[in-house]
């Protein structure tokens, strides 16, 4: 359907929300009529020709076979699709028929309703049509609303029709009723002051994705197709892929049945893809409603192909609960196997931040693939993703995870930046991912990375957001640059100096991968026992602030009488917004936590007593004595205590010792096998955190500085040491790494791929243009520039 028409088409029915709606709702509920009747007026439409097949079958099992059950089955044939409708109406005969009474004109259009096949009264329900009908009779509009629906001026089926005046009204297919549905959308949120809502895609880009899929392996298509999406809206991917390999005039010509199977959680859209799957004879029950995260509804099943849109920038949170328990990941969806630095499996999180839950749709489609036990051709997937996707999260966090799962895998194919303002709702820069577990031959161990970002052509008039599109063209020069692999430097136009056309490379996968490499210090500290520091001690470090109030508050009685004050303590805290959690204010308000501080109190006013308050900058001979004091007491303290007490009288000094942490042992096998793990010499030891003592075979470790902790991303073709040797020692040199704490993340950054310096324009061409508004300042530029 072309723009023109579906322009007009949107025009006629928000002419029928004007008309007809405008003093019985506010124009931001509009919505709430108008959508359902567009689909229930397209289904009423296509069963109004064969409506004396279905009653007269309706008649036959209801009296001469006497069934005490309808047959579905009979119903569907008489009707000819996978609905019917058993009752006397249609949408036609309702409105021709209707009197001035409201109320019989309601009970008739009710009938109408509970006449429908069951999966179109979900549709109906979904809708909440049947309240939308009293509303509309009680306001006295229902027959006017049903005037405009049945006029002959409107084509709202997927067939061709001609009004009275002979004119052509071209068919709405379902990616045509998408656009309406999108745009009416539009214009209604707008009405209502709300954000558009979903991401309709367009035409061209589901166009593009259904070439870049399909056509690559158009001669080993399987005899049976299964297509997935699992963010399905209105359908329009599904419908438009089962279009494309079945075009009989296309590139693909696929002989076998092709089964459509999605997801949607908006009840609206997820009625409109229904509808639509009925009407083109699609099982309507392989279209779900809910939550794709929540509910693993196709648990066990695999597919051939999978499409989708997913939302991005869209929270999760709502939905984590059935995903991740605390932090353990519970759903087997986002549950992924990863090697360690060591090379050793662990489990890992596969889930992103709770405020963009994009990624998990791509992990969902992953998971649904086939094994290429199951499918010689295995899965082909092709995902829309905004650049979060792409670089978002640390090494080790989840999005990270995600990416090197599907790289080392090698599953990811190509991703092909597409133009920005290409969307209706978003004018952001978006992303194609394609991947596949059944790679070429060519493409194994290698991504391709495609920047179409400059390839559009501008529209004459936005739609929203969207101010260009692909020509036919573009979408054949993407997938060609795509099949062939090619690898294209961007052409610059010589009188803008700004780059034009497509661009693309072809990457080793190890390239988007790298170690993140923490670089340590040790710790030095200084150390004195004064009365200022060690009265820290009255207090725990963790509740410090509600802490500190109460005993200034209520002095010695915070010791002797807490109980009476506790409601008072909680209830400050509360106005405080400390957000103190169930555990933490049952400590604040136990007498246990403030005697056992006091101790710690008087136990290090005994430790100044004994050691006095000379200032110590060798940590390690002040703890010693600490120790040393402690013995001669017998006092058992557990290892936190005894730091708390430690950390309150201590502080990070640059010329103070370093502190050392332990003495190891390393000789014979045991110093050859760490050798062999750290792949290092002897000598090299210090620079992996292990230093000789004056006794041979005996190395010193020194507690880490956690604020002087520092981070390395090291390419993964890079070696470690050799960096480390070279970017850090030079300037660190008491520095060392731990590779115990080494990660490894995957991020891709098509800016630092397709990114082209543009030279600075030179001092005299700068001046030359800044003197032709010389004229305009009465020389005050030349006096400045110093030239006159």
Not at 192 to 214: C, K, Q, S
Not at 282 to 295: F, H, Q
Not at 300 to 317: H, I
Not at 754 to 760: G, T
Request: one cysteine or more; glycine letters at 6%.
């Amino acid at each position: 359907m072309n723009r023109t028409v579906h322009n007009k088409l949107v025009s006629f029915i928000w002419s029928i929300a004007d008309d007809c709606l405008r003093d019985v709702y506010v124009r931001g509920k509009y919505r709430d009529v108008i959508l359902p009747m567009v689909v229930l007026r397209r289904l009423d439409a296509l069963l109004e020709p064969t409506k004396d097949a279905v009653l007269e079958e309706l008649a036959f099992q209801r009296d001469e076979a006497k069934f005490t059950e309808w047959d579905e089955n009979g119903l569907r044939d008489a009707s000819g699709y996978v609905f019917y409708n058993t009752s006397k109406w249609t949408l036609q005969l309702l409105k021709d028929t209707a009197t001035n009474n409201q109320q019989i004109l309601q009970a008739n259009f009710e009938d109408y309703l509970n006449g429908f096949s069951p999966n179109v009264k979900e549709i109906i329900e979904k809708f909440k049509l049947k309240s939308q009908v009293r509303h509309m009779a009680a306001k006295d509009v229902l027959l006017d609303v049903l005037e405009k629906f049945t006029s002959p001026a409107i084509n709202l089926t997927p067939f061709e029709k001609t009004d009275p005046d002979g004119r052509k009204l071209p068919a709405l297919s379902n990616l045509g009723m998408g656009y309406v549905f999108e745009e009416l959308i539009r214009k209604f949120n707008e009405e209502n002051n709300e954000e558009a809502g979903e991401h309709f895609t367009p035409r061209e880009v589901i166009d593009l994705m259904t070439h870049l899929i399909f056509e690559p392996v158009a001669r080993q298509l399987p005899p049976v197709m299964t297509i997935y999406d699992p963010a399905c809206g209105s359908g329009g991917m599904l419908t438009e892929s089962q279009n494309f390999v079945k075009d009989e005039e296309g590139i693909i010509q696929a002989k076998g049945d092709v089964y459509l199977y999605g997801k949607e959680i908006n009840d609206e859209t997820y009625a409109i893809c229904k509808s639509d799957m009925m009407i083109k004879g699609n099982d309507p029950e392989n279209i779900r409603v809910g939550s794709t995260l929540s509910t693993d509804e196709f648990a066990g099943k695999t597919f051939d192909f999978m499409l989708s849109n997913p939302p991005y920038g869209k929270s999760w949170a709502s939905e984590q609960k059935y995903i991740k328990d605390g932090k353990e990941v519970i759903d087997s969806r986002f549950k992924i196997k990863l090697t360690d630095y060591w090379g050793q499996v662990e489990e890992a999180d596969a889930t992103p931040r709770s405020s963009d839950g994009q990624l998990l749709f791509l992990m969902e489609m992953v998971n649904k693939m086939k094994p290429l036990s199951q499918s010689p051709l295995g899965s082909r997937i092709a995902s829309v993703h905004n650049g979060s996707s792409l670089f978002t999260g640390d090494a080790g966090g989840g999005e990270s995870n995600i990416r090197r799962y599907l790289i080392e895998n090698d599953w990811l194919e190509a991703i092909i930046q597409l133009p920005n303002n290409l969307f209706y709702n978003t004018g952001i820069t978006t992303y194609i991912w394609l991947l596949s577990n059944h790679k070429a031959a060519s493409r194994q161990g290698k991504v391709q990375l495609i920047d179409a970002g400059l390839l559009y052509r501008k529209l004459r008039k936005n739609l929203g957001n969207k101010n260009c599109e692909f020509a036919p063209e573009h979408i054949r020069e993407i997938v060609s640059v795509y099949e062939e692999m090619q690898e294209i430097e961007r052409s610059i136009n010589p009188s803008t100096q700004e780059g034009e056309g497509i661009a693309a490379k072809v990457f080793d996968n190890a390239d988007f991968g790298y170690y993140k490499v923490s670089i340590e210090r040790p710790k030095r500290l200084k150390a004195q026992f004064t009365l200022e520091r060690i009265a820290e001690l009255r207090f725990d470090k963790s509740l410090r602030e509600p802490m500190v109030w109460a005993y200034e508050t209520y002095g010695e009685a915070v010791y002797t009488d807490l109980a009476k004050h506790e409601k008072d303590i909680l209830d400050w805290c509360e106005k405080q917004d400390l957000n103190l959690n169930a555990k933490q204010s049952k400590a604040l308000v136990s007498p246990a936590l403030w005697h056992k501080q006091l101790e710690l109190l008087a136990l290090a006013a005994e430790l100044m007593q004994a050691i006095g308050g000379s200032a110590y900058t060798d940590f390690n001979r002040f703890k010693n004595e600490v120790d040393a004091v402690l013995k001669t007491k017998k006092t058992k303290l557990s290892a936190s205590e005894k730091n708390s007490i430690l950390n309150a009288v201590s502080w990070y000094d640059a010329e103070a010792a370093k502190v050392e942490k332990a003495t190891l042992k390393l000789t014979g096998d045991k110093l050859a096998q760490l050798l062999a793990q750290l792949g290092c010499t002897e000598a090299q030891l210090p620079d992996y955190g292990y230093y000789p003592s004056d006794k041979k075979g005996e190395y010193l470790t020194y507690e880490t500085e956690s604020d002087l902790r520092d981070t390395e991303n090291v390419p993964l073709k890079e070696n470690s040491y050799r960096y480390f040797l070279r970017e850090v020692k030079p300037h660190v040199p008491e520095a060392w790494i731990n590779l115990d704490a080494t990660k490894i993340g995957y991020e891709i950054s098509f800016n630092k791929y397709f990114y082209r310096h543009k030279p600075l324009r030179s001092i005299e061409e700068v001046s030359a243009d800044i003197l032709k508004l010389e004229s305009e300042s009465d020389g005050l530029i030349r006096e400045i520039l110093s030239l006159g």
